[in-house]
């Protein structure tokens, strides 16, 4: 105990958590045990070693647990909604929030996917060795097919060391403001004159509203820097993000903000900037967006979407050899469902 907490306080540890402890019995007391190695399960993938050193006492130091990875691949016709298709064709929920994160530039998955479309992903997972827990370490491809709109996204790493997700023709599927900043929402609001909800006369609503659950992640709609941050009125808890010299993006209601988060941070697309509330003059839990050009509101649904990074020279050519890969993998994956659905007739 006085070696362990010197780095680790034994008041963390917490029911499940998982120990392993070995003890040496002497062979002249074998009544007798003593301690010979404890390790503490930190999380998914560090261990805390305590091991009896030679001279006396202990050596404690964390060690990188070992993890399995292979990959996952899965494709599915949707029959009722995109997370139950996803569920039946044994996809977890965090690799689909990363696909549905990818597609946000350009899909809008309250309204778009229907029945009859179609989807594929294959992503990398790493998991302990007795395979009680595992995690989505990153999507290698993802493709949605909606009434004959086909979208792909291959991930890649260009020279520079930047990992980045393309189509298939090497465009960037970032954009430079996200189309919705929050998962699972309901556009329940648009831009324009409105009956105010509480006031109760006709105003300019200078955003669009979207409902969704409190406590529901918001995220950074583009890369900037937070230029305003804390509480704003009727807005509630409140972001601004400058996005350049010309854009910013504002987020209120909020119920909270993500930890270390202050004016001047800097922040990137898709990264967690608070939770969706209903502070400031609400009458329930959304987010109120807005997108401000030089100073003024204007309609985010009418923001001229730009591709940010388009691959070129070595690096597209390194890029296609990746797309064959990739499909060659999904094919060989393809065949053997194939094969084991023959086989299960």
Request: glycine share 10%; charged share 25%; hydrophobic share 35%.
């Amino acid at each position: 105990m006085t070696s362990l907490e010197e780095v680790y306080d034994p008041r963390k540890l917490r029911v499940g958590q998982h120990l392993d402890i070995e003890l040496e019995r002497a062979a002249e007391n074998p009544d007798g045990t003593k301690l010979s190695m404890l390790s503490i399960n930190l999380d998914f993938s560090n261990d805390l070693r305590l091991a009896r050193a030679p001279e006396g006492g202990f050596d404690v130091r964390q060690t990188e647990r070992e993890l399995v990875r292979h990959t996952v691949t899965a494709s599915s016709v949707i029959d009722n909604s995109l997370y139950l298709a996803a569920r039946q064709a044994g996809v977890g929920d965090d690799a689909l929030m990363e696909l549905i994160r990818l597609f946000s530039w350009d899909v809008d998955f309250q309204h778009d996917v229907h029945t009859g479309d179609a989807f594929s992903i294959a992503y990398e997972e790493v998991a302990t060795p007795d395979g009680a827990q595992s995690r989505v370490d990153h999507l290698i491809y993802a493709s949605l097919s909606m009434r004959g709109r086909a979208l792909e996204a291959y991930r890649f790493r260009s020279a520079d060391g930047m990992v980045g997700y393309y189509d298939s023709t090497g465009k960037s599927l970032r954009k430079w403001l996200m189309r919705t900043p929050v998962d699972g929402a309901r556009l329940s609001s648009g831009f324009g004159k409105r009956r105010h909800p509480i006031l109760g006369y006709t105003r300019m609503h200078k955003g669009v509203d979207f409902a969704a659950s409190a406590g529901t992640p918001i995220y950074a709609a583009g890369d900037g820097v937070i230029a305003e941050i804390g509480r704003k009125g009727s807005y509630g808890n409140y972001i601004r993000i400058r996005h350049n010299g010309e854009y910013s993006t504002a987020y209120a209601h909020m119920k909270g903000f993500a930890k270390g988060l202050k004016r001047g941070v800097r922040v990137g697309q898709g990264d967690v900037i608070g939770y969706v509330g209903s502070t400031g003059r609400s009458t329930g839990p959304h987010l109120h967006y807005e997108v401000l050009e030089n100073g003024q509101q204007i309609n985010p649904m009418k923001v001229k979407k730009q591709v940010v990074t388009r691959l070129e020279g070595s690096d597209l050519q390194n890029f296609r050899r990746r797309v064959s890969e990739v499909v060659a993998l999904m094919d060989d994956a393809e065949d053997a469902r194939r094969v084991v659905a023959r086989n299960a007739e």
